[in-house]
């Protein structure tokens, strides 16, 4: 399985764009770049998926540049509820585990 | 529709004891997994049901641990007997699909609220 780096924890005002960068440099060809959400107390959640370009959805755009090795989570005009650990994942199949990184923790403040 | 749901959402025992938990995936979900995090850890695979069949069992920690799945539904997790360093939280996840129907995109994981469970 790629492994991933992103950073640690980021912190943003409300109403503020949210970007989170993940490297992913040893990406197979056939892998996804998925992302999941935590709130405290939950378990993930799912975000967002891509396997090349760019995609969005009612909650986040994921941006994948043409050579994999990294991916940016954005979250527009973030609000307070959007306090959370965001994981980036790299999945080898549809059906296969999980591998959870630290995340990053996004703190937003009013 | 109901998400996936474990029970018990906490339990508290003394090292030695039996603990069992367990998980109901989303109706229909052929896949269901269990994950753990202990404290200050990662989040880990345990293991990996597709139906009634253990896919992948590579993260389960030792023979102290025994996963079921009756009949392809709910999923139970024993640990017998529970040491120290099984406190953590335990979360079951499920997605639909199965292994013959290629279906990339349609691979989100669901996951429960989590069991805590704590070994003192």
């Known amino acids: 399985l790629a492994k991933t780096t992103q950073p640690i924890s980021m912190d943003s005002y409300e109403g503020q764009e949210v970007n989170i960068t993940c490297s992913h440099n040893?990406?197979?060809?056939?892998?996804?770049i998925t992302w999941y959400q935590q709130f405290p107390s939950q378990g993930p959640r799912f975000i967002i998926q891509g396997y090349k370009t760019k995609v969005t959805n009612e909650v986040a755009s994921l941006f994948i540049p043409a050579d994999r090795k990294s991916s940016t989570l954005s979250l527009p005009r973030v609000s307070l509820s959007d306090t959370a650990v965001y994981y980036c994942l790299v999945r080898t199949d549809s059906w296969g585990k999980l591998q959870f990184g630290a995340g990053t923790q996004v703190v937003v403040t009013p | 529709e109901a998400g996936v749901t474990q029970f018990p959402s906490h339990s508290v025992i003394e090292k030695g004891q039996t603990v069992t938990l367990r998980c109901d995936p989303i109706?229909?979900?052929?896949?269901l997994y269990w994950y753990r995090r202990v404290m200050g850890k990662e989040i880990k695979f345990l293991l990996h049901f597709v139906k009634e069949s253990k896919q992948d069992e590579s993260g389960m920690p030792n023979n102290r641990f025994l996963a079921e799945r009756t009949g392809g539904t709910y999923s139970t997790l024993k640990v017998q007997p529970a040491e120290l360093e099984d406190s953590g939280v335990y979360f079951c996840a499920s997605s639909p699909g199965s292994l013959g129907t290629p279906n990339p995109w349609n691979t989100e994981a669901f996951f429960g609220q989590g069991t805590r469970l704590t070994v003192v």
């Open positions: 040893n990406i197979a060809t056939n892998d996804y």
């Open positions: 109706s229909g979900h052929d896949n």
